[in-house]
C-alpha cells in the first residue's frame, strides 16, 4: 500500500502539470502514454513493438491519436484521412501472414488491429477532450477516480455479492454500484464549484454513464489480463503495475463524453 501511494503522488505530481498546461506537451505525453499501452497490448500476446507489425501497429496508432487541428494537415499534404491508414495497416499486416508463412497469422493481425483501435481510440478522445475544455477533462479524470475509490471502500466495507468472479474476483455488485454512488456525490459538488454548463439531470446522467462505462473498461483490461495470465498490464509504475492497468477505464470514458455530446 505504502509504495501504491508513494507512486501515485509521483505520478500525479508529473501528469497534473502537463494536463494544466496543455498544447504540444500535453499532446506528446499522451503520445507516450500510447506508446507504451500499445506495447503493454502486445506483449500479452507474446508480440514485440520492435517488430514489423508493432511498427505497423505503432504507425496507424500515431495516425488515429493525431488530433483533429492537426489531421486536416496531413490530409491537405497526403489526401489520406485516419480510416484510410488503418486500411493500409490492415493490408500490410495481412501481407506480412504471407511474407512469414503464418508464423504471424491472421489471428495476430486481428489482434494487433483491435489493439491499435482499443488504444488509440481513446487515447485520441483524451486528447480532443483537453483541446476542448481543461474542467470536462479534470472532471472526467475525477469521476473515474471517485467511481474506483467509492467501488473499492463500498466493496471492502458491504461487498458480498460477486460481481463477476470468472473475470475480477474481488468486485462486488455492492462496490459496483458504491462507485456509482461517489460519482454522482462528487459531480454534483464540482458542478457547484465550477459549472459545466449543463442541467443538473444531464450531469447526473453523464456521470451515471461514465462511471459505469468506467467500471466496465476496468473489466475489459482485467478479462484480458486473465485471458492472457498476467497480474498487471505492466510494471512502469511500481504497486500500480502498467499504463493499460491506470488507463483502462479512462479509454472508455473519453470517447463517451463526446458521442453524448457532453463537450
Known sequence: MKQRIITGVIAAALFIPFVIYGGIPFILLVYLLGTVALQELLKMKGRSLRSIPGLISLLALYAFMLPDQWAVHVYEW????????????????LIHTVIVKNSFTFDDAAFAVLGTLYVGIGFFYFIETREASLSVLIF????VWFTDSGAYFTGRKIGKRKLWPEISPNKTVEGFVGGIFWAIGFALVFNYFIPLNHSIFLVIVVTIIASVFGQMGDLVESALKRHFNVKDSGSILPGHGGILDRFDSILFVMPLLHFLHFI
Open 78 to 93: 497526403t489526401g489520406y484521412e485516419k480510416v484510410e491508414f488503418a486500411f493500409l495497416a490492415v493490408i500490410l499486416l
Open 140 to 143: 472526467a479524470l475525477l469521476v
